[in-house]
């Protein structure tokens, strides 16, 4: 259904679509995706050669054999390990924090009327609007005052909830979860957690996975929050330890090179698994907004 | 949570009895309130309080440790007379334009591409998306790399005899290099969203348009263009917001244990966060970092505002209609 009417409107708004046309839309959006993944390509190049060859003209243009060495290298001058592990911590429950404090208020706010909820609500939004350097230094002055800078929980906590993932996963409760189902599950004795947990959040699915994933990416590449609140130049996530290793071995391109690859690599096959899902829903979000 | 769902059983099912008394009401709603509060709680603590602190804090002078001193507005005064921040406002809006305008015109294209295919569409937006997905400080060190004296893109220039750019030294160079960053990565999220909006559009619109004997041309701007204009607005706005407060490319590009070197040669890469950052974390200014943080969240909001209106005001309506659209294909 949704296939047929995009063919349909698809030939009226290109225009004509002769043969020769289609095939010209089809090269340039080959020689687009060209362009989209080239820089992964040359990430690959720069991380499989030695610093010379990446210096070298005319450039070498193919992989080498030098990529294990390189990510040992890495492994050899940061703790990768470390500060592998502690973005999987943070992106990981940080993910699982949002989705079940953000669809159990959503849940609330689609489903049940109690006093205050537009007024709640109205709150929420209106939070969401507020931009996140605005507080950046109070921000890290409130964390050093709960003794948490420098610990994962100044990464996890302060975003364990939030507006747009409640926004959102609201819109999407009222349409998908029908209040029947809710009063059937009533009628069985079931309350509001029960209610939640048995009937409301597997229906839930195909929203928590858009969400599930684009905070796993949002907090998994957070940057300027983790090189301001990780003090404790140990204890730090991937993205600030890449920045490190960037500046102290800025002579050492292949081996900054195979970090950053190491850096980009779990996170595109995050990406790839979850992907069809994914773009399906972010296209439905920005036209509801 | 345990006790939560207690609650909220036993007052789920006694609901009838309880709800006469005001004490009863409340028990009643209290599962929802449960479930909202984790997110009013923690913006409590960490956004709310954050806030009100950092306007407190630009009234006054502290290096986090000693003690604080009360100077008025002078923060404010001194980033007004401050030629860094200027110039630091100069380079993100410059770098926001070089960016914003070619980004959003190649996914308006883009997306009309990607609406004529109805193969592989899965595919192509998973290529065109993988930029938007990619961690921003590692990507940034790739570019950097091309972009170096004798790197890719100066070898290049030089393969078909050309002379290099100077992309990290210069200041148009410094501000190319970053907004082809910012284009390469929301190129293809840009897009999606205005394929979302044009998927949208009712096929009805185009037949009864082509019916009345309207052009590509015609169809172009007077249907699918209108209708397109709250994902357009969509789109104005947060790469507004974003572009604004454009930190890590800038930043990665010229980090070093120098904190002088910050923003690049003659400061070309200085952005206002990168200046707020550096002001308040290396040179622990904390008072004048929370006065610039309020002035960007002024700047963005003007700016926010000034979109939303050259972008919706000279429009009739909004809103995908069939009806208005009918009356549109009619009309002309």
Redesign the interface.
Same mark, same amino acid.
């Given at each position: 259904m949704a296939a047929e009417r995009t063919a349909s409107n698809a030939g009226l708004a290109i225009g004509a679509g002769s043969r020769t046309t289609r095939i010209a839309v089809r090269v340039a959006l080959l020689l687009g995706v060209l362009v989209s993944l080239f820089p992964f390509y040359w990430l690959v190049v720069m991380a499989s050669v030695t610093t010379q060859d990446i210096l070298a003209y005319p450039p070498r243009l193919l992989p080498g054999g030098q990529l294990l060495h390189n990510m040992r290298e890495v492994i050899h001058r940061i703790d990768f390990f470390t500060s592998l592990f502690n973005t999987v911590v943070v992106a990981t429950v940080g993910t699982l924090l949002v989705l079940f404090f953000d669809s159990l208020a959503a849940f609330a706010f689609a489903k049940y009327a109690f006093p205050g909820r537009k007024l709640l609500f109205g709150i929420l939004l209106a939070t969401y609007m507020i931009p996140a350097q605005l507080s950046l230094v109070p921000q890290f002055v409130t964390m050093a005052h709960f003794g948490w800078a420098g610990t994962l929980k100044a990464l996890i906590v302060p975003g364990a909830a939030n507006a747009f993932g409640i926004f959102w996963m609201r819109q999407y409760a009222q349409n998908s979860l029908p209040d029947e189902l809710l009063d059937a599950g009533r009628i069985d004795g079931a309350g509001f957690f029960r209610l939640y947990w048995q009937v409301a959040l597997p229906l839930f699915r195909p929203a928590l996975a858009f969400l599930g994933i684009f905070t796993f990416i949002s907090l998994w590449n957070d940057y300027i929050w983790p090189l301001v609140v990780m003090v404790n130049p140990d204890k730090v996530t991937l993205q600030v330890a890449l920045a490190n290793l960037n500046v102290a071995y800025n002579t050492d391109y292949a081996v900054v090179m195979a970090g950053a690859l190491m850096s980009v690599l779990p996170l595109i096959v995050v990406f790839l698994i979850g992907a069809r899902q994914f773009l399906r829903d972010l296209a439905a979000g920005a036209t509801k907004m | 949570?345990a006790a939560?769902?207690?609650t909220?059983?036993?007052?789920?099912?006694t609901e009838p009895v309880r709800a006469r008394a005001p004490r009863g009401r409340l028990r009643r709603?209290l599962?929802?309130?449960a479930? @909202?509060s984790?997110?009013?709680l923690?913006?409590a603590? *960490?956004?709310? *309080? %954050?806030?009100g602190?950092?306007l407190y !804090?630009s009234f006054q002078d502290w290096d #986090?440790i000693g003690d604080m001193k009360f100077v008025g507005f002078r923060q404010y005064y001194w980033l007004l007379h401050d030629s860094v921040f200027w110039h630091a406002l100069l380079n993100t809006f410059e770098i926001w334009f070089l960016s914003t305008v070619p980004m959003l015109l190649l996914a308006l294209v883009?997306a +009309?591409?990607?609406?004529?295919?109805?193969r592989f569409s899965?595919a &192509?937006?998973?290529?065109?998306? @993988? %930029?938007n997905?990619?961690?921003?400080?590692?990507?940034t @060190?790739? *570019?950097g790399?091309?972009f170096a004296q004798?790197g !890719?893109a100066n070898?290049l220039f030089?393969?078909v005899g050309a002379d290099g750019v100077g992309w990290l030294t210069s200041a148009l160079g410094i501000k190319s290099a970053i907004a082809i960053m910012i284009i &390469?990565r929301w190129?293809?999220y840009n897009a999606? =969203?205005f !394929?979302?909006?044009?998927?949208? =559009?009712p096929?009805e619109l185009?037949e009864a348009a082509?019916v009345d004997g309207a052009n590509?041309r015609q169809?172009?701007f007077r249907v699918?263009v209108p209708q397109l204009r709250?994902?357009i607005l *969509?789109a104005v706005i947060t790469s507004t =917001?974003n572009g604004l407060?454009i930190?890590?490319e800038p930043?990665?590009l010229f980090?070093?244990?120098d904190p002088g070197t910050a923003g690049g040669p003659g400061q070309e890469g200085m952005t206002i966060?990168l200046y !707020? &950052?550096q002001k308040?974390?290396n040179d622990l200014q904390?008072g004048y #970092?929370?006065a610039m943080? &309020?002035l960007? +969240?002024a700047v =963005?909001a003007l700016f926010a505002i000034i979109n939303w209106r050259l972008v919706s005001g000279s429009g009739r309506d909004d809103r995908p209609g069939i009806p208005l659209g009918k009356e549109t294909g009619r009309g002309r």
């Open positions: - | 949570m939560v769902a207690q909220s059983s036993a007052a789920d099912v709603h599962p929802s309130y479930a @909202i984790p997110y009013y923690l913006f603590v *960490f956004g709310a *309080f %954050p806030v602190f950092s !804090l #986090g883009l +009309f591409l990607l609406h004529s295919q109805t899965a &192509w937006r998973v290529a065109y998306f @993988i %930029p997905v990619t961690s921003m400080v590692a990507m @060190i790739v *570019f790399s091309v004798a !890719l070898s030089k393969a &390469w190129v293809g999606l =969203i !394929l979302a909006g044009l998927q949208a =559009i096929t185009f082509r590509s169809l172009l699918v709250p994902v *969509f =917001i407060q930190f890590t930043q990665v980090y070093s244990d966060v !707020l &950052w308040s974390f904390f #970092g929370a943080g &309020w960007l +969240f =963005i």
